[in-house]
């Protein structure tokens, strides 16, 4: 699924991948799933175990996670964008202020539909670090805006660095557990989000290769 490149040297390489139909096709349906598991706004035996087994992980780890959650915060899709615009990848830029805006638009529209309140209030012994005990939690904002910035910095990275933005986000998602700010369907919804959204700025204006797109 590629368009004909453009090849000139005054205009980057503009492609259309498989992977971003991938991304968008399997992103909705990650968030279409775990949507409807939360949408009666309990959390059953197996998610309870499993945001237990984080959120009950020893004290010490609360200063760093707490640290580590803001690389998912608002601010991260203008630090990015400003970033790729000093690099000189302009179309880059663009697309994660993009992705930052339909990131907030998006996840309003999801908690119009899915009602499920923080761990603090739907999980028995949740602890909640420094993060609100009320309000809908589905979906993880912060899953949604990192998982989308991952998925559109990392065709610009090449060898291992490719692998930094995917373990932020891993890290960011973590952390929002532990901290009891999610439960594990919040964040695999935001990420489903997150990926949804950058499959589809990809799809709609390309990936550029050129190095000063």
Known sequence: ?????????AHPTIRRRRLDVIWLAGGLIVLVVTGTMASNGRVDGW?????????????????PMRAAQFLGTLALGPVAATIAFVLHRRLLAGKLLVATALKLLSERLVKVVVHRERPAVSTPDAIARGVPVRGLAFVSGHAALTAAVAALVSPYLRGWWKAIPWSVLALVCFAR???????????FGGTGLGLAIAGAINLAVGVAEHPTD
């Open 47 to 63: 998610e309870a175990s499993l945001f237990h087994a984080i959120n009950g992980l020893p004290s010490w780890l609360e200063a």
């Open 1 to 9: 699924m590629h368009d004909p490149p453009a090849t000139s040297a």
């Open 177 to 187: 557990v532990y901290l009891g700010a999610h439960n594990p369907l919040d964040v």
